[in-house]
């Protein structure tokens, strides 16, 4: 038998995702997953990918990638086991269909405009929904069912707004966020709580907000993601500082955390 270490790199990622899935001599981990087993691995590949390209260096952005790609073959793994698809199939159907959204590049058409290139690239996916006998009109049609919150948020907005609805300023907007903030206080105001009802307000106070980041050109999803490393970072510091003062955050008081938290910021 050929040794995986002398095998094309590819071929020996192949070779050693099947004999991980070999129903004798594999591991026992990877012989249990399903499609649906690892799809939670996959989107935390994914946010890897992205902390590295943010926070990291190149040698971590390969080696996140190698993660990814990974999983990819996990999928092509499981589906030739199947007989539904393997890898190859994958890298024609994305390799076609990538030929089949650019005929500005591969048909040698005119060059498009922003605009027009936009609208080549939704009419095409258009086509290709109704090819499928997708027959939905909506022009939400295109969101895909399991998007991360923010990002379908941004998503559903942005495609409200190409068909006039939306606010043509921040302002407004402003106002909607302070609107659905007294919206949970009222909530929460009340002499019984509705956890539901609390739950209700608070999304509709996380859908403006992500509409107030549209508004101003920030992707909310990567806003948010550098505020919870801004947070680690200084709780991490802040750990720090007290374990040199012989304190713990579990001993101390919200007051005392509160203090080390302060001269944290102002060291930075």
Known sequence: MTQVSELPNITRLLEIMARLRDPESGCPWDQKQTFKTIVPH???EAYEVADAIEYGTPSDVKDELGDLLFQVVFYAQLGQEQNLFDLEDIAEQISDKL????PHVFDQAASPTDEQLHQQWEDIKR????????????VLATIPTGMAPLNKATKIQKLCAKVGFDWSAPAPVIEKIKEE???VVAELDKDTINQQAVEEEIGDLLFAVVNLSRHLQVNPDIALRKANHKFTTRFRALETMMKSDNKSPEQASLEEMESYWLRVKAKE
């Open 42 to 44: 996959t989107i935390e």
């Open 99 to 102: 030929i089949r959204r650019h």
């Open 127 to 138: 086509r290709e929904r109704e090819a499928k006998g997708d027959i939905d009109d909506s």
């Open 181 to 183: 903030i007294d919206e």
